[in-house]
């Protein structure tokens, strides 16, 4: 199994020693020719979501990636990623990716000084630690759209097909199941493709 990990901006490092201590491979996609790399899934990590659509275009590989997710390449996005693949962001001018059926809201727990850490349940596994920092979440989802995270009646993290997002930042924690989760959805979509 090999994942690509968006490497423009942001937490693209912890994401990569999450899947280290997972033991699959992964690389970073810095340019457009690290896309032509064979891939199993994709992380949109954590970041400032309006720079990395930015370099995405900048780059030349926005279409490219927006292709692999609407071709069912399995994706992560964590806080900005989450914003990349939402269909629409409610407080914000320009649209990203838009291949998963969301609407989120960007900084909905204000700015830096709202950021926290919380526990709470993922796909009804309790106790899983996360970190907000500027965080979006998902105001709304589509009736295709799976809720795995809820947080003071927020939705923050959820699933459609092959794309999973999480408002928060699983990989500034040592907990792997957000990961693992990650994992399984490839690992299925390679047995029913």
Known sequence: MQIGILALQGAFIEHYKMLKSLNVEAFEIRQKKDLDKPMDGII????????MYKLLKDLDMFDIVKEKI??????FGTCAGLLLLA????NHSTSYIQTMDIVAKK?????QL????TYGT????????????????????GED??????????????????????????ELTDDLT?????ISLIENNKKTS
Do not use: C, W
């Open 87 to 90: 269909k629409k962001v409610n």
């Open 70 to 75: 609407e071709n069912g390449l399995p994706v």
């Open 107 to 111: 900084n909905a727990y204000g700015r």
């Open 178 to 182: 957000i990961h693992q989760y990650f």
């Open 114 to 117: 709202g950021s926290f850490r």
């Open 122 to 141: 993922f796909n009804n596994k309790e106790n899983v630690p996360f970190v907000f920092i500027r965080a979006p979440f998902i105001e709304s989802v």
């Open 145 to 170: 759209v799976e809720v795995l995270s809820i947080v003071d009646d927020m939705i923050v993290a959820a699933r459609q097909g092959n794309q999973l997002a999480t408002a928060f930042h699983p």
């Open 44 to 51: 949109l990590p954590g970041g400032e979501s309006t720079t």
